[in-house]
């Protein structure tokens, strides 16, 4: 079936380093979103791309949809303590046609 | 939080035992989600529902079953819980899939549920 895996599983970085995130489908998706999950919260959302090849700002969150439809990433310029929280990839294709989510990558900031 | 609220907030129960967590709605929405959430796996869907009385599987629906007699509630139920089930479980709605795209889905708070 379809799947969609992150990587990396885990990033600790220095407040005011930059932040990668990859999310790699085993098929093409007709939309990818993405979300964010504080430590013992619950996930929330943040953008949806639709496009091939789009890209989008938020402030310092920057979110790419590959051109095959079948990856996308988000960066983060400057992280900040704000920033912590698992980030989720969620993609809908393939035979089941729903919402398939990626196994997250979780940020730690040091300050 | 588009009004999602989700009951109990914890739990722990012992192999064998059923239980059922609710998920209740103030916005009227038609889609509504079942999720589990572990280390390692992400969300994973249960079961979802497309409107009163229509639900199908999800990804992981060995276990569960749903039922939703109101647009407003979404009941998953564990028939004979096993350790396996231990997990936080989410539920989340959306407004649905419109031109072929999937919506944002909104998440509840979560359940902690425990199978001792």
């Known amino acids: 079936g379809q799947q969609v895996m992150q990587i990396p599983q885990y990033q600790h970085v220095q407040e005011g380093e930059d932040f990668t995130t990859y999310c790699n489908s085993s098929t093409t998706l007709s939309n990818i979103q993405w979300y964010k999950q504080r430590p013992g919260g619950h996930p929330v959302f943040l953008i949806q791309l639709v496009k091939s090849g789009e890209v989008k700002k938020q402030k310092r969150l920057t979110f790419q949809f590959g051109e095959a439809k079948k990856n996308s990433s988000l960066h983060i310029t400057a992280t900040q303590t704000t920033d912590v929280g698992t980030y989720f990839c969620a993609g809908r294709g393939g035979a089941t046609n729903k919402l398939i989510f990626g196994t997250g990558t979780l940020l730690a900031v040091q300050p | 939080d588009a009004g999602i609220t989700q009951s109990p907030r914890h739990k722990v129960t012992e192999t064998g035992t059923p239980v059922t967590l609710r998920c209740h709605q103030t916005?009227?929405?038609?889609?509504m989600y079942w999720y589990r959430q572990d280390p390692g796996h992400g969300l994973r869907l249960i079961h979802y529902s497309y409107g009163v009385k229509d639900t199908d599987k999800g990804e992981v629906s060995d276990g569960y079953s749903v039922s939703r007699s109101k647009t407003e509630d979404f009941l998953l139920t564990l028939e004979s819980a096993t350790s396996s089930q231990t997990s936080v479980y989410f539920c989340?709605?959306?407004?649905?899939?419109?031109?072929?795209?999937?919506?944002?889905?909104?998440f509840g708070p979560g359940t902690r549920l425990t199978v001792l």
């Open positions: 989340a709605i959306s407004i649905g899939e419109a031109g072929g795209y999937t919506n944002e889905q909104f």
């Open positions: 916005e009227n929405h038609r889609y």
